[in-house]
């Protein structure tokens, strides 16, 4: 998405999917496991969605397996548990303690309290339009209805572009629906999840990227031990051969995803 976040109302936490990942070392540690709680929004692909028998998959479901294998297998002792959550309650939830992550597509913003890991994809904001529309650039959406993810940096953005009428959606899917449909003239959303929408060919992305950003991992100030824990693994990740794999794997519509 690519995601920065406005604060939420209430969390309502909704479906929990477990995701296990057991330690590769020789040598197991006989320590409690340290249970880390990551709320995700399924409906950002290929960042994060469901597959036909509802169970999470994505670039991000792939890299948070990676990262905690990872640290298992050199000395820390971690499982964890996503939990579904719409998009806009993630920081709520975080805020209040039910969860420990936010692994969503998440983008830097230096004025959220709270602390960030490190890069783990680079993005933008770019805007979406039916493939039969005539709108070639912003200056084409003064006065069209332009939708955006609630609470995500596309809204943020969507309200800069002189004379756009701005709705704001929960879930992605929808605002996708909504656009085919011509229940919308345009969506702001993150590129890689707009290239994978024009894949199926009923949308188009226009050239202009409105905002680059780096995708993070967001979470508070009282888990600063686990986000350096998070830092080195993203680290090794990135230096690793199983990270262009990925990329390419599931960004394969983006431009970007063999660089």
Known sequence: MNKFLKLGLAAVLSVV???????????ESTEKPTEVLIGISP????????????ELEGFDIDMTAWLFDYLNKNGRNYTYEFKEL?????????????????????????????????????SAQVVVVNKDSDIQSTSDLNGK??????????????????????????????????????????????QAVADNYAANGDYKVLDEKLLIEE???????????????????????????????????WFAASGEASE
Not at 94 to 107: N, P, R, V, W, Y
């Open 17 to 27: 999917v477990l995701a296990g990942c057991s330690s590769g070392s020789d040598t």
């Open 43 to 54: 409906d950002y692909m290929p960042y994060e969605g469901l597959d036909s028998k509802g």
């Open 86 to 122: 719409s998009f806009d309650t993630i920081i709520t939830a975080l805020q209040a303690g039910q969860i420990d992550l936010g692994i969503s597509g998440f983008t830097y913003d230096e004025e959220r309290e709270g602390i960030f890991s490190d890069s783990y994809y680079d």
């Open 145 to 190: 209805l332009v939708g955006a993810q609630q609470g995500a940096t596309g809204e943020d953005v969507a309200n800069d572009i002189d004379g756009a009428k701005v709705q704001a959606m929960q879930d992605v899917k929808v605002l996708m629906e909504s656009l085919k449909a011509q229940g919308l003239d345009a969506v702001v959303i993150d």
């Open 215 to 249: 995708n993070i991992i967001y979470s508070t100030k009282d888990h600063q031990d686990l986000m350096d824990d998070i830092n080195e693994a993203i680290k090794a990740f990135k230096e690793s051969g199983d990270y262009k794999t990925m990329v390419d794997k």
